[in-house]
Structure formats: C-alpha cells, structure tokens
C-alpha cells in the first residue's frame, strides 16, 4: 500500500532527479552491437557511438543495454522493455502523484 509519506518522498526523487521528459535511445556500443539508453534528448535515429565524441552526450541518463564490452545486459534480455518503462514512469509522475494526492486528501476527508 503506498502511504501518504511514500508519496512525498517520491515527489522528492522525482524534483531531485533530472527533469522530464525522458526517451530511449538506441546507440552502438564499442562493437556496433546496439545499446539502449534512457535520455533527455528524443531518439534521431541516428544510433550514436558511445565510444566516440559524437556520442549521445550529457543528456543520457541511463543505460539498459551496453553489450560490449558487457557492462549492462539484463538476463532476461528485456532491456528495451526496461527502459519504456522507466521512461513512461518518469514522464507520468507528476501526473501520478497529483492524482495520489487528490485521492488521498478525499480518503482523508471520508
């Protein structure tokens, strides 16, 4: 059950973490295999060099997938389902825990 003070402390994560929106991002890694990337910046389609200076750049935030050398490879190979999710979660906060704090003021007030 998520409480009241749950609540607040993710609306401090959430104004202490890089500001939305975010996006994944697919980028090469140092072997040309994909990397999934969670991002300030929207996917161009481009598929950057991590390795390179040309590279995503400081507004990636987060990877799901680094195969080579393999820094980031989930075992269940879902790794660009993570990082929708992670992005669709960052994006929605806001929204959320308004609705959570509507809720809980009408809880309160039952």
Same mark, same amino acid.
């Given at each position: 059950?998520?409480?009241?003070?749950?609540?607040?402390?993710?609306?401090?994560?959430?104004?202490?973490?890089?500001?939305?929106?975010? *996006?994944?991002?697919?980028?090469?890694?140092?072997?040309?295999? @994909? +990397?999934?990337?969670?991002?300030?910046?929207?996917?161009? @389609?481009?598929?950057? =060099?991590?390795?390179? *200076?040309?590279?995503?750049?400081?507004?990636?935030?987060?990877?799901?997938?680094?195969?080579?050398?393999?820094?980031?490879?989930? =075992?269940?190979?879902?790794?660009?389902?993570?990082?929708?999710?992670?992005?669709?979660?960052?994006?929605?906060?806001?929204?959320?825990?308004?609705?959570? +704090?509507?809720?809980?003021?009408?809880?309160?007030?039952?």
């Amino acid at each position: 059950m998520v409480t009241v003070a749950n609540l607040e402390d993710l609306a401090v994560l959430a104004a202490q973490a890089t500001p939305g929106p975010w *996006f994944v991002r697919h980028l090469d890694d140092d072997h040309c295999m @994909g +990397a999934i990337g969670i991002s300030t910046a929207p996917d161009d @389609g481009e598929a950057p =060099k991590m390795s390179t *200076f040309h590279g995503p750049g400081p507004e990636l935030i987060a990877a799901t997938l680094i195969q080579a050398p393999p820094y980031v490879v989930s =075992k269940d190979g879902r790794w660009e389902e993570n990082a929708r999710l992670v992005v669709a979660l960052r994006n929605a906060l806001p929204e959320l825990l308004r609705l959570a +704090a509507i809720g809980a003021r009408l809880e309160a007030d039952a």
